[in-house]
């Protein structure tokens, strides 16, 4: 194995990677036989401890529903709830009236087609999407467009993995309402411009909605900045649990905007025929909310906000260089998308091996990849391959482990030759 | 590693190399298709039926190794026999790689019960069977 950069000696000493290890239970464990190598981050992060104690101390001593309690539990509950808002509020740089609880980025993504979407389009207006979007903010825009006669149009990627902005550009016009596109790709990795898709969205009259889901765990976003209109994202992708998500939307906007799913919490006044709705961001939070997935999405972000961003952000960038670097010594070894920018997310596929036999293999020696479309079929098809083999590095990931993915490749052409 | 080499008989990597009836039946009279939506895999299984009896058997499409060596193995399988007994030979080979059933498989198919070990694989190798199946009910 060649030796390592001195990126790997610089990053290493800014960001204790081993100090971040040791608050995740999780990666102790074995699996096969072999400590677990855990690459699949952007599927989900794994949990530090932090998070792991504070859902079992809500449940252990807290445990209540939220609003309109009169008793110490639930005023509790609903006080730690509030809290978590305002922290993610924080974490993106907008206010707490701007931050919705979702079940996930998916929810957050389809609470905005329907609910923004479904009162501003017309038939014959347009929807833009990218052609790396994951399904989950591509297959809202159609039902969208079904139920109103909008049309969806593609945003194409040039070789490099980049979004095309020249395409971009030309395809902007009077009947774009919507530009839907992913922060980070879930699939490649490649960043993209948002601030700059966002004004040029903004200069056309569009509204700009922002899957987050990949950006959140790897970039420090600031919303304010960006000037998007709406950005979901994930609290698992977050170190933080399943089942709780962020959607950011522009006050003004979810002022206007009519409610997603009726039911309690999100009303003013209920008669029978009728009802009146409860200001944002209530009105988007029908039922009985996941009130410990928050607090523990609340104890994810107090982790993370202790942690030097600018380290991590060079620490990550450091084991995806070196990644790229190693994998491209391996022969018949093909990086997608490789000249983008792009989040420690990448993508690769080997010359007559499917990425699910290499996924096997690579399993039983404890590492963990991802192998298949990513729900991101326009893009597997704009690559030309059915599936890809996916690399993920979080804060807790190490170059040793980029080795022993390398070796691991080596494994799969001994096995599948 | 014992586990992987189940898995992947040399018999399996040389059906997923150079698989067999690999090609388009143009006279078929019988088609279907198999998709595993989860993870992309996808065949085009052709019979050919002769009376009660499966002339040819082939198919088209892409997998993993164990997808394509099973569909590979399952036209030579079929291949001659009748419907009947394609079915039946259907029953056996699902009950054993789907559901762990403890009965003896023709000799030749017998390479795949490695998938056991490996739950998240079992529909590879139970994919182009179901699309025979399918192919058989019309």
Redesign the interface.
């Given at each position: 194995m060649a030796p390592l950069t001195a990126v790997r000696r610089d990053t290493e000493s800014a960001w204790d990677v081993h100090r971040v290890r040791a608050d995740f239970p999780i990666l102790t464990r074995e699996v096969r036989g072999t400590p677990l190598v855990y690459l699949d981050n952007a599927a989900t992060a794994q949990k530090p401890r932090a998070v792991i104690e504070a859902i079992t101390h809500y449940y252990e001593t807290g445990n209540a529903n939220v609003h309109r309690g009169v008793h110490a539990l639930s005023q509790e509950a609903t006080t730690e709830y509030e809290r978590v808002r305002e922290l993610a509020a924080r974490f993106f740089n907008v206010s707490p009236g701007e931050i919705i609880f979702t079940a996930g980025t998916t929810a957050g993504l389809n609470l905005v087609a329907q609910s923004y979407g479904g009162s501003v389009l017309r038939p014959g207006d347009e929807i833009l999407v990218s052609e790396m979007e994951h399904h989950s903010n591509l297959v809202p825009w159609q039902l969208l467009a079904e139920r109103t006669g909008a049309v969806v149009r593609m945003i194409p990627i040039m070789d490099s993995g980049g979004l095309d902005l020249g395409a971009f550009e030309r395809l902007l016009g009077p009947r774009t309402r919507i530009v839907a596109v992913t922060h980070a790709s879930n699939v490649i990795g490649a960043i993209n411009p948002i601030n700059a898709i966002a004004a040029m969205a903004h200069e056309a009259g569009a509204v700009v909605v922002v899957d987050g889901a990949q950006s959140a765990p790897h970039l420090r976003v600031d919303l304010r900045a960006i000037d998007c209109d709406f950005f979901a994202c994930s609290g698992h992708k977050l170190y933080g649990p399943t089942g709780i998500g962020l959607l950011y939307g522009k006050r003004a906007l979810l002022e206007a905007m009519p409610p997603w799913q009726g039911g309690g919490g999100m009303i003013s006044e209920v008669q029978i025929e009728r009802s009146t709705y409860a200001p944002p961001p209530e009105r988007f939070e029908a039922g009985t909310p996941p009130i410990a997935e928050v607090v523990g999405l609340g104890a994810a972000i107090d982790y993370v906000l202790a942690w030097d961003w600018e380290a991590l952000v060079a620490y990550e960038q450091g084991l995806v260089a070196e990644a790229t670097r190693q994998l491209g010594e391996v022969p018949g070894l093909r990086i997608l998308g490789e000249g983008a920018d792009r989040v420690s997310v990448l993508s690769f596929v080997l010359d007559g091996i499917h990425p699910h036999d290499a996924g096997t293999v690579l399993d039983t020696l404890g590492i963990a990849v991802r192998a298949g479309h990513h729900c991101a079929q326009p893009l597997m098809r704009r690559f030309g391959v059915p599936a890809t083999i996916r690399a993920s590095f979080g804060a807790y990931n190490t170059p040793r482990e980029v080795e022993q993915l390398i070796a691991g490749l080596y494994q799969v052409r001994k096995v599948l030759a | 590693?014992g586990?992987?080499d189940e898995?992947?008989q040399s018999v399996i990597?040389d059906h997923n190399?150079a698989p067999r009836n690999f090609r388009k039946l143009e006279d078929a009279n019988r088609h279907a298709e198999g998709r595993n939506p989860?993870?992309?895999?996808?065949f085009d299984i052709w019979l050919k039926l002769e009376g009660d009896v499966i002339a040819e058997a082939t198919f088209l499409g892409?997998?993993?190794?164990?997808s394509?060596a099973s569909a590979s193995m399952m036209t030579q399988a079929v291949k001659g026999k009748t419907v009947e007994e394609a079915r039946s030979l259907f029953e056996k080979f699902h009950g054993v790689i789907a559901a762990g059933e403890p009965e003896k498989l023709p000799s030749k198919l017998e390479v795949f019960r490695g998938v056991r070990a490996?739950p998240i694989?079992v529909k590879?190798a139970t994919l182009s069977w179901h699309a025979m199946k399918k192919a058989l009910d019309g």
């Open positions: - | 590693m586990e992987l898995l992947y990597l190399r989860l993870c992309g895999d996808q892409q997998g993993c190794a164990i394509k490996f694989r590879c």
